[in-house]
Every structure is written in structure tokens, then in C-alpha cells.
């Protein structure tokens, strides 16, 4: 016998299986054994929550020929063995998506003129219901407001807003509920213990919670699980890697680095993520979801048991959202929660990515409202720290003023460019060749920043980060190195340039406006000031034009 699917294997036999939806199971039950059974009934809900599977528990139940005391159906007489096989002719089921037409629903009403050869009741179930024409539904309307005694229609829906308010009045409408996150984990520890398989249960949590309140879609996401390891122990770290969903120490360490405005080391974790492959729309579905649980811990102590997370991620989480404020925090779910739509249809997923996480670092890149007060307030933050305070010897020097009226002494400032004769440095360090061969190598480099047709080979985000570099001579005199500050101009730039192909690039250009070949590398540094040789700033050398004889 082929495979089954474990949705189809264990689909309830009985009322008592049906897991979550306890408010419909009772009613329909006690509509049984009270014979008060209803003509129609509309059951609304998503995905996965049991629609189907009740309904033909209720097919099964009214027309068993020996039920139980409390309604539930036997599962031994040939009808309920004929329903549970799907050859009964007694419930008939349909598909509204692909039998939507006026012609399917008038086949209904013909067929419903005949009763049934046996049992008590002929019952149509009829899915995705709100799929059906206009007309369809016209056609509909009459038979079920007055069907044979022997007729029960369940209309069964995800969108219950499109369907007409004169069928939902022909109606008995019971909605399917989410189920929670511990009933899908109790039904998948029960099943997984009658498969015979090990699984931790910190593996099976993070099942039911991917499955988002289905439990079809929690019972497939364990087969798939089950799978890829077949024979083995079912874990932690294998149910994210075939997910490819994250744990919480890489969204702890993520938000840490997003807390310090660390460009480079929240990139660097993004890349981590991409590269061990995970799926970046549910990273992003994931991660705004333990946004929002950092943001009810800040809002009170007594959320623990909210949320559904081990102590010792709770711990951690505790400590994270020590560092970052609640109107940060809402700016960034605000952020992710706008771009979790577009990422579902971007073709450059990782982009769309970092470009958020970029923002998220910088709010002096974006110009609306939230962005400006988050700016104000980290101003705000270093005047309370003292960040902007004068030192000890402007203070005395100001105190000294006031007493006497004298000009407060303040610190020695640094030197300006106009000071600095970096023509001199150069022509003491390097040989004339050597000199000559370097202005043709800047000159060459100024003239691609100006040229058109180079902005479009290189690309304009390509030059615009090379005008946040400050181009110093080579160990060897001969190369390039290209230097950045701790800005988060600074640090995308040495992003950018960080990669081989952009050098490559730049290099190919030089070497076609020059034949020359110069190799260039890149670094960061705490400051870029110009204290000797190798921290000159190419960029701004004003050569010495040489008119030959």
C-alpha cells in the first residue's frame, strides 16, 4: 500500500478527536441526540482548523445506524464504514472552486428531488463555497430554503465575507477558531508516540508553532520533518534546517547589533542567515514576531506565560530588551511589518532584507516622522549621558571668565585641510616617477567620478561610497588603499568595497584611462585624519601641472 499523508491518516474518526473546536463539536452533538438537526450550515474559518473533517464527522453521525449515547457516530455499521471510504452516495461532496457554475448547482437541485437508497439524510458538502458565480448562488438560494426533509447542506468557507447575506441568513454559521499553540503540541506528541518516532520537544513546539493555528498544516510541516530524517531522532536544529526558519540566539545577537547602530555586524549576521539557507520571508514573518514579544516584556513583568518560550530564551530575550527602547522597538516592527508583504514578491529578497535592516541602524536615512523623533531622542540620550559636556579645562577656563571676564582657553583644534601641504609630503617621499604615475592614477579616478558613462558601468552607489573614502597611498607607493571611518556612511561604504568584484571594477577603469594596473585594497579606521604619509588623502592633492618642453 502506497504512503499516506499524516493530515490523511489521522484525520478524526470520531467527535472526540477533533481537537480545538469544542464550541461546534458540542452544538452539532447535542443537535444530534436532541433531533433537532438544522438543514444548512455554514462552517467559517482558515486553513486547516477542521471545516471538512467536522463536517463529515456530522455527515457520519446523522446517518449512523447504531450511534452513541452522545451522538458520535459508531464507525461499524456499513454506513459509517461506507462514508469513512468515500463510496457512500448518501454525501456528496464539491468542490466550489472548479464547479462554480450555474449548471453545477441546478445538477444539486435535480438530485435533491430523489431521497436516499439508505440511511436517514442525503448530505452536501459543498467547499470553498465563496468561490461560486453570482448566479450560482441565485440558483442555490430557493433549495436551500426549503430542501427536502431528507437534505442537509454544509457550505464551508475561508472567506465568509463573499458570501451573500441571503445565503448566510438561509444559514446555521459556526466559526472555526484558531487552534492554540499546546492543543496542536499535545496532538502531534500523541501522534508521534503512535508513528513510533523520537522527536524532542522543543522540535515539536516549533512545529506547531510554524503551523500558525492549522493543524493540517502543523501535521504536514511534521511529515516533511519526519522525512528528511527518516529512522532518526527528530530535533531542534533539524526542524530548522528543514524549515529553514532561525532560532532565537541569531535574533538576540541580531538585535543587539541593531540596538548599537552596527551596520557591518547586523549585515554580517544577515549574511549568516543566507547563507546557511534559510527561508527570508518566514526570517522576516519570525523576526517581527519576537520583536513584538521584546515589546510586551518591556510593557510588563507579567507576560511570561504569554508567551511561548523556554525560560532560557526568555532570560535572554529579557536582557535584549534591556538595551533598546519601546519607540525604537515599534519603529522597527513598523518597518519589518511594511516589508513583509513586499519580500513575499521581490526577486532580490536579500536586498529588500538589508535595505530594511539598514534603516533599521540609520533613521537619519529616512525622513518621516518616527525617524526624526527616534534621531531627536538618541540626541537627547547623549546630552542626559554627558556626551557633548566640556572637559576639565574648558570648564575652568570658562569658570575663570566669568571671574574675570577673559576669553576661555579651549582645546587645540585640528589642523584644517588648508594646512596640511600634502604636495610636500608626497614630493619627499616619493621618487618623480612614482610621483607622476600616482596624479595620473587620481586624476584617472576623478575624472570616472565625473565621467557619465563610467557612473552607469560602475554604478552610481558604487562612486557615491568612494567619495566616503579617503584614498591613501600603498605600502608600496604603487597601490591604493581606501580608507573609512566608523560612520554608517563609512561602514556601508567599506561594505561595498569589501567586495572583490567592486575593486575589480574600479581597477579595470583605472586601467583603461591610465594602461596602468594599481591594486587596491580597503580597511576601516577610528579616524580618518591626515598625520603623515600613509594617511594622506589623495583625494584632495592639488598636483603640480608639469609643461614640458
Given at each position: 500500500m502506497s504512503y499516506m499523508a499524516?493530515?490523511?491518516?489521522w484525520r478524526p474518526d470520531e467527535f472526540e478527536e477533533v481537537k480545538g473546536q469544542e464550541h461546534v463539536v458540542t452544538t452539532l452533538k447535542n443537535q444530534i441526540t436532541h433531533d433537532r438537526v438544522g438543514h444548512a450550515y455554514l462552517f467559517c474559518g482558515t486553513r486547516g482548523t477542521g471545516k471538512t473533517t467536522v463536517a463529515k464527522l456530522f455527515a457520519k453521525a446523522v446517518n449512523c445506524e447504531h450511534p452513541l449515547e452522545d451522538g458520535s457516530p459508531c464507525n461499524e455499521c456499513p454506513t459509517c464504514k461506507a462514508i469513512s471510504a468515500g463510496s457512500s452516495l448518501n454525501v456528496i461532496e464539491i468542490d466550489a472552486a472548479s464547479?462554480?457554475?450555474v449548471d453545477n448547482i441546478r445538477d444539486i437541485r435535480d438530485e435533491v428531488q430523489y431521497s436516499p437508497t439508505e440511511g436517514k439524510y442525503k448530505v452536501y458538502i459543498i467547499d470553498e463555497v465563496h468561490m461560486l458565480s453570482i448566479g450560482a448562488f441565485n440558483a442555490l438560494l430557493k433549495t436551500l430554503e426549503e430542501p427536502p426533509s431528507y437534505v442537509i447542506f454544509i457550505l464551508a468557507t475561508t472567506e465568509s465575507h463573499k458570501i451573500p447575506i441571503t445565503i448566510l441568513s438561509r444559514c446555521q454559521r459556526y466559526d472555526f477558531r484558531r487552534i492554540s499553540l499546546e492543543t496542536i503540541y499535545e496532538r502531534l506528541a500523541e501522534l508521534l508516540k503512535r508513528e513510533g518516532i523520537d522527536a524532542e520537544e522543543k522540535a515539536v513546539r516549533y512545529v506547531a508553532k510554524a503551523a500558525d493555528g492549522s493543524m493540517r498544516d502543523a501535521l504536514s510541516l511534521l511529515d516533511q520533518c519526519i522525512a528528511f530524517y527518516l529512522g532518526q531522532t527528530l530535533t531542534y536544529e533539524k526542524v530548522l534546517e528543514v524549515l529553514g526558519a532561525v532560532d532565537v540566539e541569531v535574533f538576540n545577537s541580531l538585535m543587539e547589533r541593531i540596538a548599537e547602530n552596527d551596520t557591518m555586524g547586523a549585515l554580517k549576521v544577515i549574511d549568516e542567515i543566507v547563507w546557511q539557507g534559510r527561508e527570508l520571508s518566514q526570517f522576516v514573518v519570525d523576526f517581527t514576531w519576537y520583536m513584538r514579544n521584546l515589546l510586551l516584556l518591556q510593557a510588563s513583568d507579567h507576560v511570561s506565560d504569554q508567551l511561548d518560550i523556554s525560560l532560557e530564551n526568555l532570560e535572554s530575550m529579557k536582557q535584549v530588551a534591556e538595551k533598546v527602547k519601546d519607540y525604537q522597538l515599534m519603529r522597527y516592527i513598523r518597518i519589518f511589518s511594511e516589508m513583509s508583504n513586499q519580500i513575499r514578491y521581490a526577486t532580490q529578497k536579500r536586498v529588500t532584507l538589508e535595505?530594511?535592516?539598514?534603516?533599521l541602524t540609520t533613521p537619519q536615512m529616512e525622513d518621516n516622522m518616527d525617524s526624526v523623533l527616534d534621531r531627536i531622542r538618541v540626541l537627547e540620550d547623549k546630552v542626559e549621558r554627558g556626551a557633548f559636556a566640556l572637559n576639565e579645562a574648558q570648564l575652568a577656563a570658562i569658570s575663570g571668565n566669568i571671574?574675570?571676564?577673559e576669553e576661555?582657553?579651549?582645546?587645540?583644534q585640528p589642523a584644517r585641510d588648508d594646512d596640511i601641504n600634502r604636495e610636500a609630503m608626497l614630493k619627499r617621499a616619493l621618487q618623480p616617477a612614482e610621483y607622476d604615475d600616482l596624479k595620473e592614477i587620481i586624476e584617472s579616478i576623478r575624472e570616472i567620478q565625473r565621467n557619465p558613462d563610467y557612473r552607469l558601468k560602475l554604478g552610481a552607489p558604487t562612486l557615491k561610497f568612494l567619495?566616503?573614502?579617503s584614498i591613501n597611498p600603498g605600502h608600496d607607493n604603487k597601490s591604493l588603499m581606501l580608507s573609512f571611518d566608523n560612520s554608517s556612511e563609512g561602514q556601508m561604504g567599506y561594505a561595498k568595497y569589501s567586495r572583490e568584484e567592486t575593486r575589480e571594477a574600479l581597477k579595470e577603469a583605472i586601467g583603461e584611462m591610465t594602461g596602468k594596473e594599481v591594486e587596491i585594497a580597503?580597511?576601516?579606521?577610528?579616524?580618518?585624519?591626515?598625520n603623515g604619509f600613509s594617511s594622506i588623502n589623495l583625494s584632495k592633492v592639488k598636483f603640480d601641472i608639469r609643461i614640458e618642453d
Open positions: 499524516l493530515y490523511r491518516k464547479n462554480n457554475g535595505l530594511a535592516v539598514i534603516k571671574a574675570s571676564r576661555p582657553v579651549l582645546e587645540k567619495e566616503q573614502a580597503c580597511q576601516m579606521k577610528d579616524s580618518l585624519e591626515e
